[in-house]
């Protein structure tokens, strides 16, 4: 067990819709980072939060966004879901931004769009 | 551009048997991080190591080592004593933003181990 909780563990839903995924960081850790892993794209980083603050972006679509909260944990929205969204969407965090540390994954988040 | 690639898509070794799976990377960083991660059918994502690049002496966790090659820019892991548990899909990723505001994770495309009996 890692310590970073991911919620759901599986969503099925269908296209056109929206989705939040939720995941709650390891304790005392203030970095969390949004990954996609699906067959055609690999595992991909989204983006990342420190502390509140967006810190970097990298393959996010404009219909996703996120954002984490003062209690640190971190909402994924994706939105006007399209049938290659589906995906596992992992949730991962660490202690501190720059230098580096390690990041420790969530169970992950199994999106099925139909 | 950063990349991390695996070359080896699948392999296979007889349990108590030890492997090696290759990692290659790019960079221009001088000092980065770089690590191996196991992901069991279970699709956890679990730590196995890691290496920091200014650091030559090779990291070691109990059965799993790594030959870090810096010059060569060849990261592979070692598995000694393979256990059927082994089996799972192994991706070597890297953080090359040392310093930077961001410490995300490149991952190469993964090796699918296969532990046999």
């Known amino acids: 067990d890692s310590g970073v909780t991911q919620t759901p563990k599986h969503l099925i839903t269908a296209t056109g819709q929206r989705v939040t995924l939720r995941c709650s960081p390891r304790?005392?850790?203030?970095?969390v980072y949004w990954y996609q892993q699906s067959l055609d794209q690999g595992l991909q980083f989204l983006i990342q939060?420190?502390?509140?603050?967006?810190?970097a972006k990298g393959n996010i679509l404009e219909r996703f966004s996120a954002q984490q909260f003062p209690d640190l944990h971190s909402e994924l929205n994706l939105s006007s879901l399209e049938l290659g969204d589906s995906a596992l969407y992992f949730c991962?965090?660490?202690?501190?931004?720059?230098?580096?540390?390690?990041?420790?994954f969530g169970p992950g988040t199994r999106l099925t769009v139909l | 551009a950063q990349t991390v690639t695996q070359s080896q898509p699948e392999m296979s070794v007889q349990e108590a048997e030890t492997v090696t799976l290759s990692c290659t990377y790019d960079?221009?960083?001088?000092?980065?991080?770089l690590f191996w991660y196991k992901q069991p059918p279970s699709r956890q994502m679990i730590l196995v190591i890691r290496?920091?690049?200014?650091?030559?002496q090779n990291a070691t966790e109990n059965r799993f080592s790594v030959n870090f090659q810096k010059a060569a820019k060849s990261f592979s892991l070692k598995i000694s004593d393979s256990q059927l548990g082994d089996t799972a899909m192994y991706f070597c990723?890297?953080?090359?933003?040392?310093?930077?505001?961001?410490?995300?994770?490149?991952f190469g495309t993964g090796t699918l181990l296969a532990v046999q009996p």
């Open positions: 991962a965090s660490s202690a501190r931004q720059g230098g580096t540390d390690t990041q420790y």
């Open positions: 990723a890297g953080d090359m933003n040392y310093g930077g505001a961001t410490n995300k994770l490149i």
């Open positions: 960079t221009s960083e001088s000092n980065y991080y």
């Open positions: 939060y420190y502390n509140g603050e967006e810190r």
């Open positions: 290496q920091e690049a200014y650091k030559q």
């Open positions: 304790s005392g850790d203030l970095s």
